[in-house]
């Protein structure tokens, strides 16, 4: 069973940076692609940025301000958010997958349980 863990949410002015981090259980962890996405009060879950083994991809809203990056060694996936906008406050949920990254909620198997990130203005 994999089991998902985010962490580094908070409370942040407008222009902070926040850095989320997502330890995944088992032995397979360089096997998955990884996801981050957000679900803001009352808006349905968006994907935020998703990597491969060698390639990211992010949501325009996002592009320029955050970047993921993961550490096999540790099993960890981390999402360093610079710039933040009070329009980036949501849950941010970390999700894995075999195969290629996706942007899309359905095609992620595994979820952590969400890290809440609220941006002051």
């Excluded at 083994?53 to 360093?80: E, M, P």
């Amino acid at each position: 069973q994999v089991q998902l863990v985010e962490s580094g949410g908070g409370l942040v002015q407008a222009g902070g940076s926040l850095r989320l981090s997502c330890v995944v259980s088992g032995r397979t962890f360089s096997s998955y692609s990884m996801g981050w996405f957000r679900q803001a009060p009352g808006k349905e879950r968006e994907f935020v940025v998703g990597i491969s083994r060698a390639s990211a991809d992010y949501a325009d809203s996002v592009r320029g301000r955050f970047t993921i990056s993961r550490d096999n060694a540790k099993n960890t996936v981390y999402l360093q958010m610079n710039s933040l906008k009070p329009e980036d406050t949501a849950v941010y949920y970390c999700a894995a997958r075999l195969g290629y990254y996706s942007g899309y909620v359905a095609d992620y198997e595994y979820w952590g349980q969400g890290t809440q990130v609220t941006v002051s203005s």
